[in-house]
C-alpha cells in the first residue's frame, strides 16, 4: 500500500483523537471544571480502530498494542453514558468483533507479518521496548479511568488520568521524534497542552 494513503488514515485518526480532546477542553472550560462529553468516547472508539490499522500497515506493534488495550473500555464508557445501546444493532456488532476477525485472520494467515512486528528492522529492539512501555503506561490511563468509573458507576475522566496521559504522551513523543512518525508526534504535541490544562483545572476546583 502507498505511503500517502497509510499516513491519511493515521493522520484522519489523530485528527479525530485531538477533536475529542479540544471538544472535550471546550466543554470544561466553560464550566470551569473537567467535563467528558459524549462525543469523547464515540471519536475515541472511531479512532482506535483507525489507529490499529496504521499500526499493522506501518508494522507497528507498539501502536498495535496501545489501541487493542484501550478499544473495548472505550465501548464500556459509552455503555454507561448509555450511547452504546443507541448505536444500531448492526455496527455494535461490527465494532465488537471486526478487530478481533483482523487478529485472527492475520495470526493463523500471515505469520510472517507477525514475525515483521517483532522484528522490523527500522525499529530497534530498545526503542520498540521504549514505544511499548510508553504506550502501556498510555494506555493504563484508560484503566485507572475505567476502574474509577465502575466504582463510581459514572464516566469521567478524574486526576490520575490526566497525569498518566501526561507521562505517557511525553514517552510517546519520544519514541515519534526518534521513530520519525510525523502522525505520532502531532497528535501527542497537541495532547499535552490539553492534558496539563484539565490537571490544573481539577486542581483548581479541589483547592
Known sequence: MKDWI???IGFFAQILFSSR???QWV???KQRKVITPKTFWTLSLI???LLFIYGYLRLDFAIMLGQSLTYFIYIRNLQLQGQWQKFPKLVQ???FIVPVLIVVFYYNN???DIELLFKNEAIPSWLLILGIVAQVIFTLRFVYQWIHAERHKE???PMGFWVLSLIGATLILTYAIIRKDPVLFTGHLFGLIIYARNAYLIRQNND
Do not use: D
Request: charged fraction near 10%; glycine fraction near 0%; proline fraction near 0%.
Open 21 to 23: 480532546l479540544l471538544i
Open 110 to 112: 500471515n505469520k510472517i
Open 155 to 157: 464516566s469521567s475522566l
Open 47 to 49: 479512532a482506535s480502530f
Open 27 to 29: 466543554t470544561s472550560e
Open 6 to 8: 497509510i499516513y491519511s
Open 93 to 95: 456488532v461490527l465494532l
